[in-house]
């Protein structure tokens, strides 16, 4: 493969843009590839060099790159006239309509323009809601970037994981692992009466994805009865695509107080959102006290093309169809590693993907999660599959990042950079595609 150009765009890109990127996990090494284009479930670099997508712009693209005939002419039809105005218009009260029908414990939505505004805004909610400044969050989850959730530390000893974060953040951040109910117990013991909220994504996706094991939300919901405190889902991810219209919360039969979507809801536009109960919601300005404001929010061509996106997805069988696949490429990994791996996981659900380069395996795999992680006790693999970002951390990220996906990009195939962040089947992806991305896995891995 030849990277000339990309290799050319990205000097230029190092002179202004600080690591030659406009976010983080972009700046592969030695330099990433530029895309000229999307087509489908595919894109195209800058140097002609065509890859099988599964990075889906990091989880926003359901349908992939090519717009479906109503999502293009919508977007089309309101860049026409005029992008946006400061006033309200139909399109925005579609949309929150729509959320509110199939999400089941959101009556209320405010649409903000990025899940980071998203997590921000549910946290100043819930402490202006409860009148209380902690929150509690899972280790290695990810929120965004926000100050308050980008900490690092066990339970009540946390630090700010970035320069320029005060400490007095921190301190008001409590930490727990993931999976482990003893250890939320044990933080409500000792603080709850100060929790605000709880701030967990219902499978984590930005950490290898880790499914919760059973009744682990059932005892963060429990938990944040007792103490008056909220809970809030993180649905930044999981939204629109674990557990398809009904998003994760659906799915697993769990109702938070409040939900944050992105991703998906724009239809692959800057969005955030937050839901939840009326009552709750409606401590925003200016029904309510606790601001919230911006001046992009509700954005007319992200509105539509997230209602039209979402309408599509409602009107075909995408998410028959992206699970199915999601099942085909997970269980073909699984074969794959059997073989050539055995000490490696395979993760996620619906149409999330990864394998995990775990370093233990188990003796048999008689009775194993076929498709995926689901961190069923009586899986073999149970005692050696991750349970919170911690266990993702000591697999051989190293190995992930520097051999394996260069191997993968060379075979034409385009994951997300590293060991943590998912990977995603969209509705242009076939069968041809899933099994051409597992014969790449059988020779790189
Ligand atoms: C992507 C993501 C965010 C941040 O959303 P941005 O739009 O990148 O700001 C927050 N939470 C979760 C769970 C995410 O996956």
Known sequence: MNHEQSRALYDRALSVMP???????????????????GDGGHVVDADGNRYIDFVMGYGPLLLGHDMPEQVQSAVQQRAAEGPMYGAPTEVEVELAEFVTRH??????????????????????????????????VMQSGYHGAQESTLVEGEGDHTAPSSPGIPESFAEHTLTVPFNDPDAARDVFDEHGDDIAAVLTEPILGNYGIVHPIDGYHETLRGLCNDHGSLLIFDEVITG?????????????????????????VGGGFPVGAIGGKS????????AGDVFQSGTFSGHPVTMAAGLETL??????????????????????????????????????????????FTRDG?????????????????????????????????????????????????????????????QFICDAHTAEDVDDALEAYKEAI
């Open 19 to 37: 690591g030659g990127v406009n976010s983080s996990v972009r700046a592969v090494r030695p330099y990433p590839f530029f895309v000229q284009k």
């Open 279 to 286: 009552e709750i919601i409606e401590q925003f300005t200016p």
């Open 103 to 136: 999400v089941p414990s959101v009556e209320m939505v405010r649409f903000v323009n990025s899940g980071t505004e998203a997590t921000v805004s549910a946290v100043r909610l819930a402490r202006g809601y409860t009148g209380r400044d902690k929150i509690v």
């Open 240 to 264: 629109f695509r674990v557990g398809g219209l009904q998003c994760a919360q659906g799915k697993f039969d769990i109702e938070p107080d409040i939900t944050t979507f992105g991703k998906i």
């Open 362 to 422: 188990p003796d048999t795999f008689e009775g194993h999660c076929e498709a995926g992680c689901q961190q069923r006790p009586e899986c073999p693999r149970y005692d050696h599959c991750p349970k919170d970002g911690g266990d993702v951390k000591q697999a051989e990220t190293e190995r992930w990042e520097r051999l394996f996906w260069p191997a993968m990009k060379e075979r034409g195939v385009f994951l997300t950079a590293n060991q943590f962040e998912s």
């Open 311 to 356: 309408r599509y997805a409602a009107e075909h069988d995408v998410y028959d169809h992206v699970n199915g696949l999601g099942e085909r490429m997970r269980s073909g990994l699984q074969d794959i590693l059997e073989d050539q791996a055995p000490e490696y996981t395979v993760v996620g659900t619906d149409s999330m993907f990864k394998v995990v």
